[in-house]
């Protein structure tokens, strides 16, 4: 598994994604890595260079990187990093959001990505990360837990009025971190 950043070489792909995160209802827990009204491929693709360079964001946006995860040559999922945090990402959002697709959950897709995307972090010298997921995700809260999320409080999202779990990832912390996987 390797995390790429969005190219037309995975094109095809992506739109295997997208299709799949439609039948399922889930096409807004794409987030930015979904191609918005009006944009063709390739202008989403600009975008999210854009947004990984901070350049034409709305003041409410952070500064992000999207890569797709790829296994087998195939996307099975995406993951944003967020470079940064303003107040609406740390009451709701945090650092990252994942989605994987349907047909490959239960694969450990989502524990080895959000591995590799401490990684990432790491490289950056950002020494904790805010990752979050509402109540009801018992999958995402497991997939946390077991890359050392430690749960800080639980408050209530006045968007969805669902309880979001917002836990912090200590990622320079030695027992998570090590010389074989920075």
């Given amino acids: 598994m390797k995390l790429v950043l969005p190219c037309e070489k995975y094109k095809n792909s992506y739109y295997e994604l997208i299709k799949m995160a439609e039948l399922n209802g889930e096409i807004s827990e794409l987030g930015n890595a979904q191609i918005k009204n009006g944009e063709t491929f390739n202008t989403m693709l600009n975008r999210l260079k854009n947004r990984r360079r901070g350049l034409n964001i709305s003041k409410s946006d952070v500064p992000a990187t999207v890569y797709w995860i790829i296994e087998k040559n195939k996307i099975v999922g ?47 010298f950002i020494s904790k990360i805010l990752v979050t997921c509402y109540e009801d995700n018992a999958f995402s809260s497991k997939v946390i837990e077991k890359n050392g999320g430690i749960l800080k409080e639980k408050v209530k999202d006045e968007v969805t009025n669902k309880i979001i779990l917002k836990y912090v990832i200590n990622i320079l912390d030695d027992n998570i971190v090590t010389s074989k996987t920075a």
């Avoid at 944003?80 to 609406?88: A, C, E, I, T, Y």
């Avoid at 945090?94 to 349907?102: E, F, Q």
Wanted: proline fraction near 2%.
């Fill in 78 to 124: 995406t993951i944003d990093l967020r470079h940064k945090l303003n107040k609406s990402y740390y009451e709701r959002l945090g650092h990252i959001a994942y989605y994987i697709k349907p047909s490959e959950r239960n694969k450990g897709y989502a524990t080895k990505v959000l591995a590799l995307a401490k990684q990432k972090y790491a490289k950056k």
